[in-house]
Nanobody
Framework: QVQLVESGGGLVQPGGSLRVSCVAS????????MGWYRQAPGLERELVAQ???????NYADSVKGRFTISRDNAKNAVYLQMNGLKPEDTAVYYC???????????????WGQGTQVTVSS
């Protein structure tokens, strides 16, 4: 019943900005960590940014100083603000969250379907 829906991907020129969003819906009791991952063609999926329920953040070295992750607990949402985009940021971006449903109240990992971000002139 729980699902994650992403939005905000698209085409942007180098140096530009983009904001992707992810909203969780369903019978949600609690959410702990939320994060963004990405996968470029020919490469493995990698962690881009993560934010805990307490607000602690973690970023990949390649995006530090350029990307900012945030969350809105009232909306069960997580966001990724991407500034100073580079061609190497081109990838499918996936939302991830640890969610406990009302039934059972045990945390499971959920994934969104992914949204394409392309940085090119």
């Amino acid at each position: 019943q729980v699902q994650l829906v992403e939005s905000g991907g698209g085409l942007v020129q180098p140096g530009g900005s983009l904001r992707v969003s992810c909203v969780a819906s369903g019978s949600i009791f609690s959410i702990n960590d939320m994060g963004w991952y990405r996968q470029a063609p020919g490469l493995e999926r990698e962690l881009v940014a993560q934010i805990s329920d307490g607000g602690s953040t973690n970023y990949a070295d390649s995006v530090k100083g350029r990307f900012t992750i945030s969350r809105d607990n009232a909306k069960n949402a997580v966001y990724l603000q991407m500034n100073g985009l580079k061609p190497e940021d081109t990838a499918v971006y996936y939302c991830n969250a640890g969610i406990a449903a009302y039934s059972g109240r045990r945390y499971r990992s959920y994934w969104g379907q992914g949204t394409q971000v392309t940085v090119s002139s």
